[in-house]
Every structure is written in structure tokens, then in C-alpha cells.
């Protein structure tokens, strides 16, 4: 699994000119899934993300967790993210057939959920437009 997480004061997706998900203070996650990804993955990686501490304390050092903000997730499928880009037309066979990833996906969710967050989402393969206020800016790379 790859996540790009961003840390934002406040986050949007739109599906057929309908907001599916919206966040304010928290994370935008763009969550790519491996065919031979599994749920340990899933566990494994909402846990770094819902624990890492990238927002700012009293001393403006950056100290505090997603909790400790009341922050939110919306988290966002991004097949993209296994792009195979050894020429100029990306190919992506190194990303998760839906039937591996859909359920991942979820799984993902649910272990945020689960940590006392509140998730949003878009839609898996639908074609999404995705807004977000990016805060510092802060982004992170996460993979397992």
C-alpha cells in the first residue's frame, strides 16, 4: 500500500458536480493498493497515519497527532500511485484489480474509524475532482 498524505485545513471530493466528502483540519489520503497487499497492511499503515504527529504544538514544533487537533481523513483511491512510468503512457498493472482493492480500501476506512476518526471518502473508480487547502504545506509519503 502507498498513501500520499497531506495535512490540510480543509478537503473536498466532488462526484458528478455532488460533494461526496468533505473534511475541515485533518488529512487528504490518496490510497494506492499492490495486488499482493493485505489487511495487515491496511492495519499496519491506518496506524502510522492516524498516529503521526506533523501539526504544530505551542512551540510551533511539530508535535501533535491527529488526534490531539480533533482532526478528520478523507481518503481518496489512487490506482495511480503504482503507475509504471518507464515510458511516456503510464501503464498500471502494478495497482490492485478491484476485487483485491475495494475491500483493502475499506478495511483502510474502518481502521481509521475504528482509532475514534471521522473518515470521508470519494467513490472507488469513479472520476473524481479533489480540493484540498493544503496546510504548510506538509506532505508525506507512506508505504508498506
Do not use: W
Not at 499492490?34 to 498516529?51: F, K, M, Q, S
Not at 490531539?68 to 515510458?87: N, P, R, Y
Amino acid at each position: 500500500m502507498k498513501a500520499v498524505v497531506t495535512r490540510v485545513t480543509e478537503a473536498s471530493v466532488t462526484i458528478e458536480g455532488r460533494v461526496n466528502g468533505k473534511i475541515g483540519t485533518g488529512f487528504l489520503v490518496l490510497l494506492g493498493i499492490a495486488p499482493e497487499d493485505t489487511e495487515a497492511d491496511a492495519v499496519r499503515l491506518a496506524d502510522r497515519v492516524c498516529g503521526v504527529r506533523v501539526f504544530e504544538d505551542e512551540n510551533g514544533k511539530m508535535n501533535r497527532n491527529l488526534e490531539s487537533v480533533g482532526g478528520e481523513l478523507l481518503v481518496v483511491s489512487q490506482f495511480t500511485l503504482f503507475a509504471d512510468l518507464k515510458s511516456r503512457r503510464p501503464g498500471f498493472s502494478g495497482a490492485a484489480k478491484p476485487d483485491v482493492a475495494i475491500p483493502l480500501y475499506e478495511k483502510f476506512m474502518a481502521e481509521c474509524a475504528a482509532r475514534g476518526f471521522h473518515v470521508e471518502h470519494g467513490e472507488f473508480g469513479a472520476d473524481m475532482q479533489v480540493a484540498s487547502v493544503n496546510d504548510g504545506p506538509v506532505t508525506l509519503l507512506f508505504d508498506t
